[in-house]
């Protein structure tokens, strides 16, 4: 039984450009959930998807956008990519109704 | 609004030794879920356990147990007899159930927890 799964494992980028990383969900699960990690802190919710929309976000600026695929997997793309963008970006995945998420192994963006 | 609040910011346990990772947290719902997940240095958060907020009997698992009180708003996190591969970052977190929607997690700002051998 495959996990969620991401890509790329790292990432470099340079202020300005634009950036999106991959995330295939568990299997059977339809839900995906984007969170920001910075060094030394708890993950911070960026957005959740179901059924191709966006059905909540947390307090992050226009620039962090997503989209979800039929098949249930999912991008986040970032534009105009700031120094601060830099962290481990985790993507999860469960069963609308259900309450447990699962992780992946994250992508480390750095921006330079 | 939620919240939670890890406030060991480090702890260190000589193998062996049980250890106890505290966890507050603040919520006006009456419907959530409360959960401790781990963080290896590869990055991963690995989920550990999970409680409803209507169910408040302590269990065991292993050598994981834990212990939810609504009364003082905690949820703490034991490892009994730790070992080296316990060494890893913890996290507390909750997600509140409002009709048929479950959505984000509300995360702790974990607590590094390392394990000598």
């Known amino acids: 039984d495959a996990g969620v799964t991401q890509s790329p494992t790292h990432l470099i980028k340079t202020r300005g450009q634009q950036v999106t990383l991959r995330c295939s969900p568990k299997?059977?699960?339809?839900?995906v959930s984007w969170y920001q990690q910075a060094l030394g802190q708890g993950p911070q919710f960026i957005f959740q998807?179901?059924?191709?929309?966006?059905?909540q976000r947390g307090n992050f600026p226009d620039r962090f956008s997503g989209h979800q695929f039929p098949n249930y997997s999912s991008e986040l793309n970032v534009n105009a990519l700031l120094l601060g963008d830099s962290a481990l970006y985790l993507c999860?995945?469960?069963?609308?109704?259900?309450?447990?998420?699962?992780f992946g192994p994250g992508t480390r963006l750095l921006v330079l | 609004a939620q919240k939670v609040t890890q406030a060991q910011t480090e702890i260190s346990v000589v193998e062996k030794e049980d250890v106890t990772l505290d966890c507050v947290y603040e919520?006006?719902?009456?419907?959530?879920?409360l959960f401790w997940y781990k963080q290896p240095p590869s990055g991963e958060l690995v989920f550990l356990i999970r409680?409803?907020?209507?169910?408040?009997q302590n269990e065991i698992s292993g050598r994981y147990s834990w212990n939810f009180q609504k009364s003082t708003s905690s949820f703490n996190f034991t490892i009994t007899a730790s070992q080296v591969v316990d060494s890893a970052v913890y996290f507390c977190?909750?997600?509140?159930?409002?009709?048929?929607?479950?959505?984000?997690?509300?995360f702790g700002r974990g607590t590094q927890l390392t394990v000598w051998p």
């Open positions: 977190a909750l997600v509140y159930d409002r009709g048929s929607t479950l959505g984000r997690l509300y």
């Open positions: 998807y179901y059924e191709e929309e966006e059905r």
């Open positions: 919520t006006r719902d009456t419907t959530y879920y």
């Open positions: 999860a995945s469960s069963l609308q109704y259900q309450e447990t998420q699962y």
């Open positions: 299997s059977g699960h339809d839900t």
């Open positions: 409680r409803n907020s209507f169910d408040e």
